[in-house]
């Protein structure tokens, strides 16, 4: 989506200049590039970005996972995608939970990143296949994690309930008397907190819950 807003967050200089120069000559503009997450909160709140690329590990201050904690809970809009030599499992799981809606490695190409960047701003989630089957598999072994079902809203839980009995957003929307567009953000916001890649599994997350509590 050539023209959307972005703001990169790296604490080294050399590949914030890399993600900038790759990312303007793909046609988007990238309104800020800082090093660290206060300076990221801060911008992101001043200038109302459409994507946050953001380095998990940075030098100084706050990580990347609490930056993206407190962008997500500005509820300014913002999506905001991970980049990060880490491929551990756990991290991405923490990167969803805190809000991300992509997770991309440091290691990927242009092309890659161009990819997820776009599938990130069109409002999908972005994970490497590889990853993101890891985590499929830890989750069909584990006991569902009640604590991020128990860290929803009251409006987030009752948004879980009927995604597990087979609503539509436009059928949530009408039962809880708010606007598709709203169950949407809702919607995602579940599914992020949960460490899970759609509603299908989020539903079943929710539902093995149940179970371990009868």
């Known amino acids: 989506m050539p023209g959307e807003r972005i703001i990169i967050v790296d604490d080294h200089a050399l590949a914030r200049e890399g993600l900038r120069s790759a990312l303007s000559a793909s046609g988007y503009e990238v309104v800020e590039a800082v090093g660290t997450g ?15 690329l953001l380095d998990i590990r940075l030098g100084e ?14 509820g300014l809009g913002a999506r905001i995608m991970m980049l990060t030599l880490h491929d551990d ?24 990143l161009r990819t997820a960047v ?22 069909n072994r584990e006991a569902p994690d009640s604590g991020a079902i128990d860290r929803l809203t009251d409006r987030e839980r009752e948004v879980l309930d009927r995604i597990a009995q087979g609503l539509t957003n436009k059928a949530i ?22 460490g899970v890649a759609d509603r299908t599994q989020a539903a079943v997350m929710v539902t093995r819950w149940r179970e371990t509590r009868r």
């Open 118 to 139: 776009q599938q990130v701003l069109s409002g999908a989630t972005a994970i490497p296949a590889a990853l993101l089957s890891t985590i499929l598999m830890r989750s």
């Open 61 to 74: 201050g706050i990580d990347g996972l609490e930056t993206a904690r407190r962008i997500s809970d500005l």
């Open 89 to 112: 499992p756990d991290y991405v799981r923490a990167a969803l939970q805190a809000g991300a809606s992509g997770y991309v490695l440091k290691d990927a190409s242009l092309d890659e």
């Open 38 to 52: 206060e300076e990221a909160v801060s911008r992101v709140t001043e200038t109302r970005p459409d994507l946050v």
């Open 173 to 194: 929307a009408r039962e809880l008397g708010i606007s598709p567009a709203t169950v949407k953000v809702h919607v995602e916001r579940v599914i992020a907190k949960l």
